[in-house]
């Protein structure tokens, strides 16, 4: 058997099996596609795809499925990512377009990957650690009482009110918050601890106090903002594919649910150089995805923060990679300078 008849034999199954759900057969692979041989041929190819442990057979079906191995293989041969259609083009640019808002933003994109793919899709929340400083602001909501507002390059908002014990006025309270912004403007998310004493001890005796208590805000809003996050959407999608995970849904739920798993598994995933990657059954370093695949990519400036997709092992991997990369994409467009 040569090895391109092999990998088009191996390209038939996986296609019929994940358009059809059934296992595939000889007569079924002669009358769908156009391999140029018989019947007979095919069968002695399928028998020595299942040597190799490309396919198998489930039960006692005469049809084969294809196995983990068969799938990896699959997925290597894909050696370049198709483009999404010009209308898929513009239903993410539609979609994704218009808002400022970091967490709206990322709703709308797994909610959008989610209904490309019909899989589960999950997205990190940037690396704020890496993110810097683009503006503060400092709102008196009470004589004592102080709203701190951090946003982030990234567009992430995040906020706080804190009691800065002693009463203050509007004039002084912006003062303050000049003050703080010249000396922090630019700088990352992650040195706001070695920053912030400098700011304090830069401020007039009278109100260095009053800084101490802001500087203490802006650290702890700097420390939550580095917290690994991420959003998802689309877990109907698995319930729907329930006949495809044999043993449980239960344990690919679970690994949802508990985010520190998705989020190890997202951030311990290599680049790949088509640029997306692929994680299949037993690759996934936790049991409870053994029947699951992961598609992701990197997104950002330094692509350090991941998006993709998890599903069944029978799962459209053409689709899904094309649709990882293009909302990646997208989303990196919208987040980078001047997005």
Known sequence: ?????????????????????????????????????????????????????????????????????????????????????????????????????????????????????????????????????????????????????????????????????????DDALAALRTRFLMGLSGTPLSQ????????????????????QALARGLEGLAHSSREERMVMAGTANLARSNVDFPLSIGPVLEALEEQVVMLRLLSEMAQDPRGVTVSIGRENPYDGLAEASVVATGYGPDSSSKIGVLGPTRMDYPTSMAAVRAVARYLSRILGPGG
């Not at 070695?194 to 007039?204: D, G």
């Open 1 to 169: 058997m040569s090895e391109p008849r092999k990998l088009e034999v191996l390209r038939a199954i996986v296609e019929d099996y994940v358009h059809s759900r059934e296992p595939v057969g000889s007569k079924a692979l002669v009358e769908r596609h156009h391999l140029g041989v018989s019947s007979a041929t095919i069968r002695n190819d399928m028998a020595a795809l299942e040597d190799e442990g490309l396919i198998t057979a489930p039960h006692t079906s005469a049809g084969r499925i294809p196995t983990d191995k068969g799938y990896r293989l699959f997925v290597d041969q894909i050696s370049a990512v198709k483009p999404l259609s010009q209308a898929e083009r513009r239903a993410i640019q539609s979609l994704l377009e218009g808002s400022d808002d970091l967490d709206d933003v990322l709703e709308r994109t797994v909610r959008l990957l989610s209904q490309l793919t019909n899989q589960v899709a999950v997205v990190q929340y940037p690396h704020l650690s890496r993110a810097l400083v683009r503006h503060i602001e400092f709102v008196l909501l009470a004589p004592r009482q102080v709203l701190i507002v951090l946003i982030a390059d990234t567009g992430k908002v995040d906020q706080r009110v804190i009691d800065v014990g002693q009463d203050l006025g």
């Open 192 to 211: 706001l601890p070695h920053v912030l004493p400098s700011v304090v001890a830069s401020c007039e005796p009278s109100r260095r106090n009053v800084a």
